[in-house]
């Protein structure tokens, strides 16, 4: 059974950082692509970022390219997402996912590409 359990969150003023931690476990995503989404409240979920397991190519969403990275840790079978220079507008609940296959980084930024969800973890930024 796979699961995906996400840590990190928490609340931080504005200009912090945190980083969000997404474990995986049941089976590895070799060849596979892993994200991070978020959702703020009355907000529809939005693309973070994601990370091919195999090779590490990654994508991040223009708003928050400059502040936020994706990475893996194999050997943990561990995603992580290191924010830098939080903002108000940063508050939602993070929530990683997992796919079973790459269909090319256009649909890794659906979530509907992914099959797999963790239960979300909130980041609050305080102004």
């Known amino acids: 059974q796979v699961q995906l359990v996400e840590s990190g969150g928490g609340l931080v003023q504005a200009g912090g950082s945190l980083r969000l931690s997404c474990a995986a476990s049941?089976?590895?995503?070799?060849?596979?692509?892993m994200g991070w989404f978020r959702q703020a409240p009355g907000k529809e979920r939005e693309f973070v970022a994601s990370i091919r397991w195999s090779g590490g190519s990654t994508y991040v969403a223009d708003s928050v390219k400059d502040r936020f990275t994706i990475s893996t840790d194999n050997a943990k079978n561990t995603m992580y997402l290191q924010m830098i220079s939080l903002k108000p507008e940063d508050t939602a609940v993070y929530y990683c996912?997992?796919?079973?296959?790459?269909?090319?980084?256009?649909?890794?930024?659906?979530?509907?590409?992914?099959?797999?969800w963790g239960q979300g973890t909130q980041v609050t930024v305080s102004s």
């Open positions: 996912a997992a796919a079973d296959s790459f269909r090319g980084w256009v649909l890794a930024k659906r979530d509907s590409q992914y099959n797999y």
């Open positions: 049941g089976r590895t995503f070799s060849g596979s692509v």
